[in-house]
């Protein structure tokens, strides 16, 4: 049983460029949630999501930031005209049907804009 | 705002130690807390978690204990292993079903040989 999967694990991206970041959650799982992580902090959330619902994205930036959860494929989390301050790591976790209590987290990913 | 915090950046242990991590919380509202484990490159793993109904978890070698009169939290770990050093962060999900977890800042727990 596979657990939650990320990719790219790494991402580098020029000031301006889209980032594109990707999200397969556990087998069975139908909530994924969206996690930011800046050098020496804890993680802030961005984004819940069920498949082809936004449930909540009161951590999301306003702008140029984000998310979906299509019926088929994975969850993206989409960057436009990236910034310096948008490098960190991002981290996708996904609990099942009832209740975000078993979250489980994948690998990240590490975004550096250049 | 509410939010959960950690009392010491870093703890520096013997191997063998006793390691005791500490969380204060200030949303007395939540009512369900758990204890994620990190290490260098890797998603967050969860370890221990514990209801606001319970004072006290045990697992393999960890305990959790919650204090709500105080709003702490704190992760004991017995005999300390290099393997257990990480950074170690709390999280709480206020009492409210399929919300975000809310996580402090987090302890870099260094274990010596």
């Known amino acids: 049983n596979a657990g939650v999967m990320q990719n790219p694990r790494h991402l580098v991206r020029r000031r301006g460029q889209e980032a594109r970041l990707r999200c397969s959650p556990m087998k069975g799982h139908s909530h994924v949630y969206w996690y930011r992580q800046l050098p020496e902090e804890g993680l802030k959330f961005m984004v819940y999501?069920?498949?082809?619902?936004?449930?909540?994205e009161s951590g999301m930036p306003k702008e140029r930031f984000s998310a979906e959860f299509p019926k088929e494929g994975p969850s993206i989390l989409r960057i436009q005209q990236v910034v310096r301050g948008d490098s960190a790591a991002y981290f996708c976790?996904?609990?099942?049907?009832?209740?975000?209590?078993?979250?489980?987290f994948g690998p990240g990913t590490r975004l550096t804009v250049l | 705002g509410e939010s959960v915090g950690l009392h010491l950046p870093t703890l520096s242990v013997q191997e063998g130690d006793n390691s005791i991590i500490n969380c204060a919380y200030s949303n007395s509202a939540s009512d369900y807390f758990i204890w994620y484990k990190q290490e260098s490159g890797k998603g967050p793993q969860f370890i221990i978690d514990i209801r606001s109904n319970m004072d006290k978890r045990q697992g393999q070698r960890v305990t959790v204990l919650l204090n709500k009169t105080v709003k702490h939290l704190s992760l004991q770990i017995a005999a300390t292993q290099p393997g257990d050093s990480a950074v170690y962060f709390c999280a709480e999900i206020p009492n409210q079903a399929g919300t975000a977890l809310i996580f402090g800042k987090g302890t870099t727990l260094s274990v010596s040989s």
């Open positions: 999501l069920q498949k082809e619902n936004i449930i909540d």
């Open positions: 976790a996904s609990s099942p049907p009832w209740g975000a209590e078993e979250q489980f």
